[in-house]
């Protein structure tokens, strides 16, 4: 569906297709293990399975059945249980939790209610329901729970639950290894994505200058050269608080690494396998990709250079929804969605290359940038100041592009995800960008 129609009949489809997409794959994540695997915390950095099941009823309880339908409340009594600004993850365990049985029962019965209230919705008459936004702030934040237990069963010991298919190596030949951006302005974030998220908004202008940027993610086999090279024994690669992570946690190598004699292995999900030299390198820190990006003689980009290399089209001068145009993403275009429990090759996915021959910014690995999470001029907090402003500011990184383990729905160009530079845990690498040298262009 390239163009977001507003016949309402076409938007309760797309609508209820995202929120029961999403409910597919959390039953998928919460039942493919016993019910101890549910209660039990896997790491502090996550929560409990069932915590977040319960957690995405709950959204939704709050947003679509009582907000938008003006329906009484089902479980007023577990919204502080389930206030994840209340409670830090490390302390759910402690909580009244609702129990397996209890909490799929209390997802099922708001899921069930919610679609009478799609039903009867109008999908206008304010920000809420213009274009069914709330409906598709649910199913977003539903895939963003996905996403988060898809993490916890990476972290949880024992045998793999978990299975998918390789992605197929749709690698053609050898690709320059770094492209041009001319320098220039261009349109960044959005005003029109009718499901964008607050922090995307508004569309404005952005004046960068030349730079050259890799033509995709840094993979496994050149970051272990950084290793060997003795990435991991030099501080002055490192800024000076991921030096301090490296000597406090004796940091080798990216999480879930282990060197078995003249080889490295992984563990991924269960499985124990040799590290694939031409996948995208997975599990490090915004230190560590800063710190390789220096080791190299490069730099991580900008949040506005990335976005303007997956979505500035130097013919027509306007901003793209993703780097391949406008229609929503395909199997050929990106790893999205959890089709696969992996990245694909480096160099994959020619069909959903940018304009300048930049390749898999979208899908794979969520990227880091050398940006803070920062507004966008003009930013106003919609539809709660918790969903991103309370976050602004130098503590968090911004990464772009989405992973193998998002939804296309929570996917965009324009999308922007931060965390900590501290954290591993998730399924992020980088790519690699430099000035370009001065040519008196419009830089």
Avoid at 149 to 177: C, E, K, N, W, Y
Avoid at 406 to 418: E, H, I, Q, S, Y
Wanted: charged share 25%.
């Amino acid at each position: 569906m390239t163009h977001h129609p507003l016949d309402p009949a076409a938007l309760r489809a797309r609508a209820a297709s995202a929120l029961l997409a999403a409910r597919d794959r959390t039953h998928l994540l919460t039942g493919c293990v016993e019910e101890p695997d549910l209660l039990a915390q896997h790491s502090p950095l996550m929560s409990p399975l069932v915590w977040d099941l319960a957690h995405i009823g709950n959204q939704e309880e709050q947003w679509l059945l009582r907000t938008v339908g003006g329906r009484d409340a089902l479980r007023p009594d577990i919204d502080s249980v389930y206030d994840a600004f209340e409670h830090p993850r490390a302390a759910r365990p402690s909580l009244p939790l609702l129990a397996p049985a209890e909490a799929r029962g209390y997802v099922a019965e708001v899921r069930g209610r919610v679609l009478d209230v799609l039903e009867s919705s109008p999908l206008h008459g304010g920000p809420l329901l213009d274009s069914g936004f709330a409906f598709g702030m649910i199913a977003q934040h539903e895939q963003q729970h996905d996403e988060t237990m898809l993490i916890t069963h990476q972290l949880r010991r024992g045998p793999a639950v978990l299975t998918a298919p390789p992605p197929p190596d749709t690698s053609d030949g050898i690709l320059p290894t770094e492209v041009l951006i001319p320098g220039g302005p261009f349109t960044m974030g959005t005003s029109a994505e009718p499901w964008a998220l607050d922090n995307e908004r508004p569309a404005h202008r952005r004046l960068v200058p030349s730079f050259l940027i890799d033509t995709t993610p840094v993979s496994n086999g050149a970051y272990q050269r950084f290793i060997e090279d003795g990435g991991y024994d030099e501080p002055r690669w490192w800024a000076e608080a991921g030096w301090a992570q490296v000597r406090e946690h004796k940091l080798r190598a990216p999480l879930f690494w282990k060197r078995d004699g003249r080889q490295w292995l992984r563990r991924r999900f269960g499985v124990t396998e040799p590290v694939p030299p031409d996948e995208p390198v997975l599990h490090i820190s915004w230190y560590e990709a800063d710190a390789y990006a220096r080791w190299a003689g490069r730099r991580l980009p900008t949040e506005a250079e990335w976005e303007k290399a997956a979505r500035h089209d130097p013919v027509s001068g306007r901003a793209m929804r993703y780097p391949w145009g406008d229609e929503d993403p395909t199997p050929v275009h990106a790893n999205l969605g959890q089709r696969h429990l992996r990245p694909a090759p480096v160099g994959s996915y020619p069909e959903g290359e940018s304009p300048f021959g930049v390749r898999q910014l979208i899908g794979d690995v969520w990227e880091w940038t050398a940006s803070d999470f920062m507004p966008y001029p003009g930013f106003a907090a919609f539809p709660y100041r918790e969903y991103s402003e309370v976050f602004f500011g130098t503590e968090y990184k911004v990464l772009r592009g989405g992973s193998f383990a998002v939804d296309p729905v929570a996917c965009r160009g324009t999308f922007r995800n931060w965390d900590l530079p501290v954290r591993r845990q998730i399924f992020s690498g980088f790519r690699t960008a430099r000035d370009a040298e001065p040519t008196g262009d419009a830089a």
